[in-house]
């Protein structure tokens, strides 16, 4: 059975970093795709990143501030967080889709991430 543990969520202030970590497990077949999304209160979940064949898409509002990268081997999705703001502020989840189609899509259990003005 496919499980994502994400860590890395805490409180910062403004302007700081966090790094979001989600190792997957369970799989024998390797994800064709990895990333993360967010949901803030009263709003609907958001792609933030997602990594794919060595492609990376990011969403508008975290261009330039955050990267995401994948270890392999390990079977991990990084999330840099950087020049954090009060608006990014929302329980981020990781999210892996394997090779068989829709059903084939997994999600963590989702980390908050609090950031202070």
């Known amino acids: 059975q496919v499980q994502l543990v994400e860590s890395g969520g805490g409180l910062v202030q403004a302007g700081g970093s966090l790094r979001l970590s989600c190792k997957a497990t369970?799989?024998?077949?390797?994800?064709?795709?990895m990333g993360w999304h967010r949901q803030a209160p009263g709003k609907q979940r958001e792609l933030v990143a997602a990594?794919?064949?060595?492609?990376?898409n990011y969403a508008d509002s975290v261009k330039g501030r955050f990267t995401i990268s994948k270890d392999n081997a390990q079977n991990t999705v990084y999330l840099q967080m950087n020049s954090l703001k009060p608006e990014d502020t929302a329980i981020y989840y990781c999210n892996a889709k394997g090779p068989f189609g829709p059903s084939d899509n997994y999600w963590g259990q989702g980390t908050q991430v609090t950031v202070s003005s």
């Open positions: 369970g799989s024998a077949f390797s994800f064709i795709a």
């Open positions: 990594t794919s064949g060595g492609v990376t």
